[in-house]
């Protein structure tokens, strides 16, 4: 196989590590044997090296591993020659972890004063042409684990909410253990298959609640949000727009509905289409739709910008897309949201949140510790830990 190598000594601990793997109400998909690094580069040169990498390989080769939120930043992907589409050993009652310490980077007030920032910048913007009209902030929660975590047993853990695709992915090795994003994701950036592609964007959520009655409230009060609508319809619009030239066939035959895990209200829309040239591989398509205003902001360029600016902790791969490619194009890319950076006694968890004018700084921050409570579940800590105390 004539495949650009990665330094083979900085990917020698990935071997036998669970490389790629995604479970999801799609099926499962998992690396087999072992994984070859590509050749790592932007979101450019991404549709080169998928094809150099495919060039010898085998009609049931796999490409998959993880894009990073800023497009201009290196990708992490692996080249499969088979895939295992088995169901894995459950370690379902396996407890994950034991925290010494947990600490959220910004605090629930930071965060607040950030999105202040952002809805400030928007009024200044107002009737400018290329005025901020959204922007997904991100917070960070760190925990620190008396022993190492699990991968399996997280991975496991995780996957028992149908609402959501599992997956974990081995990311570039720069300290002296391995690194891994390990998530639950409930957001199809895109899935291929022959002519058929299908996008299913969130953006508008409420917290869950176990009471019913108040959970069917937040439910309803989601669905009538005008705020929730506008930064949900955005999204949607720019989906469209980027997908459009490469389409024969466009369409949201259901509208925006209601959707959930177990955890979370979200509002989504279900996009269908046909492209022109069923060759195109499904992570080209994903890349030129990443990020999206679901996770970056509209316009992209200023979001991204100011981004940088807001956030006091480097995203690196979450919010960014996770998934694989076959080699005839088909394949699914998620959203990486719902996740986090795991290296062995240490785990960084991301949340964010769409802020648009109207956006109630305060609501905001509460809904990033919302979102931060399937992780906190599946590692064995109190799901709620993000909503206080943690200043
Ligand atoms: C950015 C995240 O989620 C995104 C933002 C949402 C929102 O602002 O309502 C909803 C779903 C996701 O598109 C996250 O979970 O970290």
Redesign the pocket.
């Known amino acids: 196989m004539n495949i650009p190598l990665h330094d083979a000594q900085q990917y020698a601990s990935a071997t036998d590590r669970g490389h790629f793997r995604f479970c999801g109400p799609t099926g499962h998909v998992a690396a087999a044997g072992a994984p070859i690094p590509l050749q790592q580069g932007t979101a450019q040169t991404l549709e080169q090296r998928l094809s150099d990498a495919f060039a010898d390989s085998d009609d049931d080769a796999l490409i998959g591993g993880a894009m990073p939120f800023h497009r201009s930043d290196r990708d992490c992907l692996w080249l499969s020659r088979s895939c295992n589409r088995g169901m894995w050993n459950t370690e379902r009652d396996q407890a994950c972890a034991v925290a010494e310490r947990i600490w959220a980077e910004p605090g629930i007030a930071d965060y607040a004063a950030a999105v202040s920032d952002a809805l400030q910048i928007m009024e200044q913007d107002t009737g400018r042409a290329d005025a901020l009209r959204k922007i997904?902030l991100?917070r960070v929660l760190k925990v620190r684990t008396r022993h190492p975590i699990s991968l399996d047993a997280l991975l496991s853990r995780l996957a028992i909410d149908p609402g959501t695709t599992a997956f974990r992915v081995a990311l570039p090795d720069d300290g002296p253990h391995p690194r891994a994003l390990v998530g639950a994701t409930p957001?199809l950036l895109l899935e291929k298959q022959g002519k058929h592609i299908l996008s299913y964007?969130?953006?508008?959520?409420a917290r869950r609640s176990p009471d019913m009655v108040k959970d069917c409230n937040a439910c309803s009060d989601l669905a009538q949000s005008d705020k929730?609508r506008r930064?949900h319809a955005i999204v949607v619009e720019y989906i469209l727009d980027t997908l459009a030239p490469y389409c024969e066939q466009l369409s949201c035959p259901d509208g925006t509905r209601l959707t959930c895990t177990r955890s979370m209200w979200?509002l989504g829309t279900r996009i269908i289409g046909h492209v022109k040239d069923r060759d195109v591989p499904s992570a080209v398509l994903a890349a030129s739709l990443h990020p999206t205003p679901?996770?970056c902001g509209l316009p992209c360029q200023r979001a991204d910008d100011l981004i940088r600016q807001l956030e006091p902790t480097s995203r690196g791969f979450y919010?960014g897309a996770v998934g694989w490619t076959a080699k005839n194009g088909d394949g699914a890319w998620h959203?990486a949201?719902?996740c986090a950076e795991i290296s062995d006694c240490d785990a960084t968890l991301?949340?964010?949140?769409?802020i648009v004018p109207g956006s109630d700084p305060k609501a905001e921050a509460q809904?990033t510790g919302s979102?931060f409570a399937a992780l906190l579940h599946a590692l064995g800590l109190p799901a709620d830990t993000a909503l206080t105390g943690l200043n």
């Open positions: 997904v991100a957001e964007p969130l953006a508008g959520s929730d930064e979200h679901a996770v919010a959203v949201i719902r991301f949340a964010g949140a769409g809904e979102k």
